[in-house]
């Protein structure tokens, strides 16, 4: 069965945007690396709960106004935090 040239166009819009969002990803933990450095330096702790809060906050209130379920935005984020925490806490 042939794929529609509909699908395919969609199939590489969607490719697209995943290199765009593994870009910006990847840049954000070449940001969050130098905060890990930073937090070495002073000898700060590895994870900041009351940063990750107002964080979480705001990604709750960005996923609604951009039609994202607010719950997953949450766990995607978490996901992120928990990583850099770990790579903080191996500095
Ligand atoms: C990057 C930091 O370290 C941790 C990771 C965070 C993040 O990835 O945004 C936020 C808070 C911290 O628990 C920070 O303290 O700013």
Do not use: Y
Not at 51 to 63: F, G, N
């Amino acid at each position: 069965m042939s794929v529609p040239a509909e699908l395919i166009a969609l199939r590489e819009q969607i490719d697209a945007l995943d290199q765009q969002l593994f870009v910006l990803l990847a840049e954000r933990f070449q940001v969050t690396a130098q905060v890990g450095e930073l937090k070495k330096q002073f000898q700060l702790p590895a994870q900041d709960l009351a940063r990750e809060s107002a964080q979480l906050q705001k990604i709750q209130r960005l996923a609604s106004e951009t039609g994202l379920d607010p719950d997953w935005a949450l766990r995607f984020q978490r996901l992120i935090l928990d990583e850099v925490v770990i790579q903080h806490q191996q500095c």
